[in-house]
């Protein structure tokens, strides 16, 4: 770089500090959309399709396969309906079957959905690989013969409910305040932060939602109510799914023929990841509208620091014939535009960061809440580095329309009026 | 017998011509000087009438505008012979320029603005520029810009300027033009002993009779160039002594 270049570029954006203010703004807004787009798009994917879920496959009742994983993996939607107790016991006898955990599911407490399952969920089953869901200090897991209550760490945050106090479920998977169930739980732990969807559930023993007022169990065909001190029959019991953990992808694919293509009473959903890569599949086009509007955002910003600077180069011109003058050379103002528009772009793929953050940050809060899966604001992506790099090439591209303008300009003409 | 020692010629003009096609496509001649020159430390007034092309005679001196023919010597070295960078570089190192309307950059405060005249030549020294802004008075107002600086002070910044790549020539351009009487002789002396101190040769352009009277060698662009005939002749002629006009530079090749 030509010696004192930078001091040029720097007075000129002083100078014209309300046009760069702009330019800066306008580059950080396109800089952070795009590495926002493309870095949600690509931990969303991974956090649906293989995030920490843990379960293999899911056995519930007959119908959509996505549907069954959004309801029983992430805790959106409706159940599809309910399978048969037996069903799941002779699942989980299956040789190709490691774990079988049993999911019923019909009430909410305050929009967080109330899942009954048995302990195996907590003494079994892990999400990761040597990472179970596990109470903090003071709390433990439900005893299933009791109203005991196990909640996940983002409804204790969001409730402020704490181990040891009693909450009342309400009935529904929405939240109705008319619609409060009169048996009482009392939750007993608290659970780490999974990062996963668990952390949104409330986990109550599987014979509580069973044994729920105003619940019915339909499992014989003819309507049953629980009654208290009474052992429920398993021809009664119903489940809305059983989470599978297998042995093998032998076993997945074994199961995926008996129970999908010749069995006619239940739906298995497996893997989890390709059922959800589907759904992405299906809504691929989403993304390519999100990326393209991203794209034309980029090529606005471009436009804006064509626009910056060739708006000044009237006033300019002058200026490049008194630095023309003083001896600087054509090459030597051509290169001080494109070095100002690339240090204008510079200083906003900088500030795109805190747009990226900022949009980040409110995406990870969001899909929090939604759906339980926790998104990593810091995580490193090439985008982040990609995108800016582009956006400084870009311009440079930009600067040399106004710098070419520059490099043309006749210095005897634009110094002072000839005497 | 004491000889004078000759001083080094920094100025050579011979021949030179420089045409512009007029609104109406005709070719029209605006300078034509067959041979112009000036020493070292020389200080020369050059006047005529408004058009007649003393601006651009400046012009093509500083190498800002090309001649269609002729030669050009500045400090030894064949402005006309380089091609524009070449030029822009001689420029850069070898001459000053004030201008009428003194061409500041309204941005940059007086010690950037001087510290811009060094910046393509030898590099920039901020002592220097500090000490020019200082000898021309501005030592108090290093830090201030254009807009916030007087006429006269805005003049003295355009002399630091000029000089702060220790020009051997400097060329002025109705320097005084935008001054009123006062501050016109204060700043003339400024620009003329600053130019003796650095012993740079001073062509300055005025039409101004008061200005043209201080100097000692005064040249009349009507009897140098002859394409000025066309153009009229200078108010000043008839009030300039005889003396004062004198023939082009001896000892000039």
Redesign the interface.
């Known amino acids: 770089m030509r010696?004192?270049l930078m001091?040029i570029v720097r007075?000129?954006l002083?100078?014209h500090a309300l046009s760069t203010a702009i330019t800066v703004t306008s580059v950080a807004l396109a800089s952070g959309l795009v590495m926002s787009v493309f870095s949600i798009k690509e931990q969303t994917y991974e956090a649906f399709t293989g995030g920490p879920v843990g379960f293999d496959a899911v056995l519930g009742a007959r119908g959509s396969q996505l549907q069954l994983v959004l309801n029983s993996v992430f805790h959106l939607e409706t159940s599809p309906g309910n399978i048969p107790w037996s069903m799941y016991q002779a699942i989980g006898r299956d040789p190709g079957v490691e774990l079988a955990v049993p999911y019923a599911v019909g009430d909410n407490f305050q929009g967080f959905r109330i899942v009954g399952t048995t302990p195996e969920l907590f003494t079994k089953f892990e999400y990761q690989q040597g990472r179970r869901l596990t109470p903090r200090d003071g709390g433990r897991i439900f005893d299933p013969a009791r109203h005991e209550a196990v909640i996940g760490s983002y409804v204790a945050q969001m409730t402020g409910v704490t181990v040891g106090a009693t909450i009342n479920p309400y009935h529904g998977l929405q939240y109705d305040a008319t619609r409060r169930h009169n048996d009482e739980y009392t939750v007993v732990g608290v659970l780490e932060p999974s990062n996963s969807p668990s952390d949104r559930v409330v986990w109550i023993p599987i014979e509580g939602i069973y044994r729920m007022s105003g619940h019915v169990l339909r499992g014989t065909g003819k309507a049953t109510v629980a009654r208290e001190g009474e052992t429920i029959p398993d021809e009664a019991k119903e489940v809305s799914a059983v989470m599978l953990k297998l042995n093998d992808p032998q076993a997945g694919m074994y199961l995926d023929q008996t129970i999908n293509r010749q069995g006619k009473v239940a739906t298995l959903a497996w893997p989890i990841g390709r059922v959800m890569a589907d759904l992405f599949g299906k809504i691929g086009w989403v993304n390519q509208v999100l990326a393209l509007v991203a794209y034309l955002v980029v090529v606005v910003a471009a436009g804006s620091i064509v626009a910056s600077i060739y708006n000044t180069m009237n006033e300019r011109r002058?200026?490049f014939?008194?630095?023309?003058?003083?001896?600087?050379?054509?090459?030597?103002v051509l290169s001080a535009i494109v070095l100002e528009s690339t240090t204008i772009t510079a200083l906003g793929a900088l500030c795109g960061y805190a747009v990226y953050a900022a949009i980040l940050s409110g995406t990870v809060v969001a899909v929090r809440a939604q759906t339980g899966v926790v998104l990593d604001p810091l995580r490193f992506d090439s985008v982040l580095v990609v995108t800016p790099a582009v956006m400084v090439g870009l311009g440079a591209l930009a600067g040399l329309i106004p710098a070419f303008k520059a490099y043309r300009t006749d210095?005897?003409s634009n110094?002072?009026?000839?005497? | 017998m004491n000889h004078a020692t000759p001083t080094a010629v920094v100025l050579n003009v011979r021949n030179l011509v420089k045409t512009f096609t007029s609104p109406d496509g005709e070719p029209t001649c605006v300078v034509d000087v067959p041979a112009f020159g000036m020493h070292e430390g020389e200080q020369v007034a050059l006047h005529g009438a408004s058009g007649s092309g003393k601006t651009t005679f400046l012009h093509l001196i500083a190498g800002i505008l090309q001649s269609d023919s002729g030669t050009i010597h500045v400090a030894g070295e064949e402005l006309t012979a380089l091609d524009e960078s070449g030029r822009d570089r001689l420029r850069a190192l070898r001459m000053g320029y004030v201008f009428q309307t003194f061409n500041l950059m309204q941005g940059y405060t007086a010690l950037e603005n001087v510290e811009l005249g060094m910046m393509f030549g030898a590099g920039v020294n901020r002592d220097h520029a500090r000490t020019l802004l200082s000898r021309v008075g501005l030592g108090e107002r290093l830090n201030y810009r254009p807009p916030q600086l007087s006429v006269g002070q805005q003049q003295r910044v355009a002399v630091a300027r000029a000089l702060a790549n220790r020009p051997r020539l400097v060329l002025a351009d109705e320097p005084t033009g935008n001054l009123d009487r006062r501050h016109s002789h204060a700043a003339l002396e400024l620009i003329r002993e600053v130019c003796r101190e650095h012993n740079a040769a001073l062509l300055l352009v005025s039409h101004d009779p008061d200005v043209l009277n201080r100097f000692e060698r005064v040249e009349e662009l009507g009897k140098l160039n002859h394409a000025a005939d066309a153009h009229g002749s200078s108010e000043f002629a008839a009030a300039t002594p005889a003396s004062a006009m004198r023939p082009p530079v001896a000892g000039v090749p």
């Open positions: 010696p004192g001091m007075r000129s002083r100078q002058r200026e014939a008194i630095l023309r003058s003083l001896g600087a050379r054509r090459s030597t210095v005897a110094l002072v009026p000839a005497s």
